[in-house]
C-alpha cells in the first residue's frame, strides 16, 4: 500500500519538512517556526517552481480576517519565514517575491517516503481522499527525498525508484524524452530572449507603492515617502514623462497585472520594489518592468544609512536613466549626483508630514502642520519641510478646508514658501508654493507667473506646478493656454479627480461646454463620488440652460460635498435661473445665517444674489469679499458674467489687478 501524502518527508537544500508533524529541520536540527508561516511554507510547497497569489496564501492560511489584516499578515509571514529559512527577499535561494502578485518557491523540492525513496509527483499524492492534495512537481535536478524519521546519510544518496506499476512501455518513455528535451530547448530559448529582450524605447513610467516589508504597518509613511522622493526624481528628468504619486498611490494593494496598469496610465514602463527599515538602515530593492511585454528590464538592490537616503534615491534613479538609455542635461546630471546629507530624525518627521498632507483632510493636514514643524525644529536648515509647511498653511486657509482664515494661513504660507526658496533656491516644490500665494493672496500675478515657470524648470515632472500654473493662466485670461497647462497636468496624473475637475471648470470658463460636460462625465467615471465632479458638470449644464440637468447634479454635489458653500451657491443659482426663485432665497438665507466672522461665504452669497438679479447687493458682498482677501478666481467664475460690464465689478476687477 502507498503511502499518503503526510507520511513524505519534502527536502529543499538542507532542510526537511514533515508533513505529518509539521515539524522543519536543518541538518537534523529542528527550527522554530511559528505556526501561520510553517502553514504558508506548506502552501508554497505544493507549488514549487509556480506562483502562488497572494489572494490564494490568505485565503488558504487567514480565510476568516478581512483583507487589510490579512495582506498585512501576509507581509509579516513571508518575512518571519525567511527570517527562519536564512533566506532574503533581495538575493533569494528559497522564496522569491513577485511584486504585486505573489510568491514562488524556487528551491529544488522532492520528497521521500518511509523506506527512504524518492517519490515522482503523482505517488506523494496517493491519498486521495485528502482534502487538499499537494501536486507537487519534480523537476529532475536530482533532489534527495527524506522518509520520516530521523534523517539518515543512506537517504542523501536515495536513488529514484518507481515502482513496477508506474513504469510506462519504452515506447513512450522515448518520447516523453524527447518531448522534455524538446520543452528545455524551447525554454532556454525563451530564457535567452527574455534575457536579452530589448524593450521598446521608454518615455514614460509609473513607480508603483513600493512594499513595506518592514513587518510594521506603521512603517507605511516610510514606504510611501520612499515611493515619493524616487518619482520627486525620476520627474526631475525632462526628457522622461513620470506619473505622480496621486495616481500611482490608487494601485497600492491592487491585484491588477502591470501591463493593465501601464494601459491605465499610458506608460511605456513600470517601476516596482519594495522597502525594508531595521533602526537608521534601509534598503531599497527596485526594479524596472517593460510594461508592453511585462519582462524585468532590470532590477537592483541598494542599502544605506537613513543619514544617507537622498543620496541612495538619486542613485535608484540614475540606475534607471541609465538602463532606458535617456539622455539628461548636465543641471539634472549635477541634481541627481548633488544630494545632501540628512538630519535622521528630522527627515523621517518631514516623511510623516508629507503622508498626512497627502491625504487631503482637515485631520490630515493639522497632523502634517505638527510633523514638518517638527521637523524645522529637528533641524532649521530642512528646506524641504519650510515648502511642506508652505504648503499645508496654503491648503489650510483654502475654501475646501477652511481650517483656518486665508488671513490668518496665507502670511504664514508665504513666509515658510519665502525661508524654502532662501534656504534652497533649486528647490522646484519651494518655488511653487511661493507662486501658490502670490496668485491667491497677495494678487502679485507677475512674481507669481515667474515663480511658477521657476519651478516648472527645475521640476518639469511635478503634477501640482503645471496645474496651479493653469489657474494663473486662467485668471490672466490666457484659457487655450490654460488649458493645455492642465492638460500636461492631467498627463503626469491622469488619476487625479481634483486635475480632471479642474479641467472641465477651465473650459467651462472657456465657454467649451460640450467638452467641460464630456469631461466632467471622464471624472465621475474614475470616482462617482467625487463632489466637485458633480459641481463643474451641474455649470456646464447651467451655461446650456439646461436647468432640469443642472439641478439634478448640483444636488448630488452638495450631498456628496457634505454642503459645500459654493455647491450650494451653484445649486441657488439653478433654482433661480430656473424660475425656482424661493428655493433659491431659502438657500441664500441659509447660507447668510452660517456666515460668521471668521467666514461669510461673501464671493457665494454674492453669486445668489446676480442670479435674483439684486446686483448691488452682490457687489456689496464682493466689496466684504475683497476685504477678507478672496480668492481672485472667484472674479473669474460664469456666475458674474452677467455684470461684467456694471462699473462697480469692473473697479472690483481692476483693484486685484485682474485684465478686465
Not at 187 to 202: C, D, E, G, M, N
Not at 410 to 432: Q, S
Not at 572 to 598: P, Q, V
Not at 618 to 626: D, H, P, V
Request: proline letters at 5%; hydrophobic letters at 40%; a negative charge.
Amino acid at each position: 500500500m502507498e503511502p499518503s501524502r503526510q507520511h513524505f518527508l519534502v527536502r529543499f537544500g538542507t532542510f526537511e519538512f514533515s508533513l505529518q508533524s509539521g515539524e522543519v529541520r536543518r541538518a537534523g536540527v529542528r527550527i522554530r517556526v511559528q505556526q501561520q508561516p510553517l502553514k504558508l511554507l506548506e502552501v508554497l510547497l505544493e507549488h514549487p517552481g509556480e506562483l502562488v497569489t497572494r489572494e490564494e496564501l490568505r485565503s488558504r492560511v487567514w480565510p476568516t480576517e478581512s483583507f487589510g489584516d490579512a495582506d498585512q499578515a501576509v507581509n509579516i509571514a513571508i518575512a518571519k519565514l525567511r527570517s527562519a529559512l536564512g533566506d532574503s527577499a533581495e538575493n533569494p535561494r528559497y522564496i522569491e517575491t513577485l511584486p504585486r502578485r505573489g510568491y514562488r518557491f524556487i528551491a529544488d523540492v522532492s520528497f521521500v517516503d518511509g523506506d527512504g525513496r524518492r517519490r515522482t509527483p503523482e505517488l506523494a499524492s496517493t491519498d486521495a481522499s485528502a482534502e487538499s492534495e499537494i501536486g507537487y512537481q519534480h523537476n529532475g535536478n536530482g533532489v534527495a527525498v527524506l522518509p520520516i524519521s530521523e534523517p539518515s546519510p543512506q537517504l542523501q544518496s536515495a536513488e529514484l525508484s518507481v515502482p513496477p506499476r508506474t513504469r510506462r512501455p519504452p515506447t513512450s518513455r522515448v518520447l516523453i524524452a524527447l518531448a522534455a528535451a524538446l520543452s528545455l530547448t524551447m525554454l532556454a530559448v525563451l530564457f535567452f530572449l527574455s534575457r536579452y529582450h530589448k524593450p521598446a524605447v521608454i518615455r514614460s513610467l509609473a513607480v508603483l507603492p513600493l512594499e513595506n516589508l518592514s513587518g510594521d504597518a506603521a512603517q507605511n509613511y516610510f514606504s510611501d515617502g520612499m515611493t515619493d522622493e524616487l518619482i520627486t526624481d525620476l520627474a526631475q528628468i525632462s526628457a522622461l514623462r513620470v506619473i505622480s504619486r496621486t495616481s500611482t498611490m490608487g494601485y497600492k494593494g491592487s491585484h491588477k497585472s502591470l501591463p493593465q496598469i501601464a494601459r491605465e496610465l499610458n506608460v511605456d514602463a513600470v517601476v516596482e520594489g519594495s522597502v525594508v527599515r531595521a533602526g537608521d538602515h534601509i534598503r531599497i530593492t527596485a526594479q524596472l518592468i517593460d510594461a508592453s511585454t511585462d519582462k524585468h528590464i532590470w532590477s537592483q538592490s541598494y542599502e544605506s544609512e537613513l543619514r544617507d537616503t537622498l543620496a541612495l534615491q538619486d542613485r535608484v534613479a540614475r540606475a534607471i536613466a541609465e538602463q532606458i538609455q535617456i539622455s539628461l542635461t548636465p543641471r539634472e546630471k549635477v541634481e541627481l549626483t548633488s544630494a545632501t546629507v540628512v538630519n535622521p530624525q528630522a527627515y523621517e518627521s518631514y516623511l510623516k508630514g508629507r503622508y498626512f498632507w497627502s491625504k487631503r483632510t482637515a485631520e490630515g493636514l493639522e497632523a502634517a502642520l505638527h510633523y514638518f514643524n517638527q521637523a524645522i525644529a529637528e533641524d532649521p536648515n530642512d528646506a524641504r519641510a519650510y515648502s511642506g509647511l508652505a504648503d499645508t498653511y496654503a491648503l489650510l486657509g483654502d475654501w475646501q478646508y477652511a481650517v483656518m482664515t486665508p488671513k490668518e494661513a496665507y502670511p504664514k504660507a508665504k513666509a515658510a514658501a519665502f525661508k524654502a526658496v532662501n534656504l534652497d533656491n533649486t528647490l522646484g516644490e519651494a518655488h511653487n508654493s511661493l507662486a501658490f500665494v502670490l496668485d491667491g493672496f497677495d494678487w502679485n500675478f507677475d512674481s507669481s507667473g515667474k515663480q511658477f515657470q521657476q519651478a516648472i524648470e527645475l521640476n518639469p515632472g511635478y503634477a501640482t506646478a503645471h496645474h496651479w500654473f493653469a489657474w494663473h493662466l486662467a485668471l490672466l485670461g490666457q484659457y487655450d493656454q490654460a488649458i493645455a497647462e492642465m492638460n500636461k497636468a492631467r498627463s503626469l496624473d491622469p488619476l487625479s479627480l481634483i486635475i480632471n475637475s479642474d479641467l472641465a471648470e477651465l473650459l467651462v470658463l472657456s465657454h467649451s461646454y460640450d467638452k467641460a460636460i464630456e469631461q466632467s462625465h471622464k471624472t465621475i467615471d474614475l470616482d462617482p463620488n467625487f463632489a466637485m465632479a458633480h459641481n463643474q458638470l451641474g455649470q456646464a449644464y447651467l451655461q446650456k440652460h439646461m436647468s432640469d440637468q443642472a439641478i439634478e447634479e448640483l444636488q448630488k454635489a452638495v450631498e456628496l460635498s457634505g454642503g459645500s458653500p459654493t455647491c450650494i451657491a451653484n445649486l441657488a443659482r439653478a433654482y433661480s435661473l430656473s424660475g425656482k426663485r424661493n428655493e433659491a432665497i431659502k438657500l441664500l438665507n441659509d447660507l447668510k445665517g452660517s456666515s460668521t466672522a471668521r467666514y461669510s461665504y461673501a464671493s457665494e452669497i454674492a453669486a445668489i444674489y446676480v442670479s435674483l438679479g439684486n446686483v448691488d447687493e452682490a457687489m456689496n458682498w464682493l466689496e466684504k469679499g475683497y476685504l477678507e482677501r478672496f480668492n481672485p478666481g472667484v472674479l473669474i467664475r460664469p456666475a458674474f458674467d452677467p455684470i461684467r460690464s456694471e462699473p462697480r465689478f469692473q473697479h472690483l476687477v481692476q483693484r486685484v489687478g485682474l485684465p478686465g
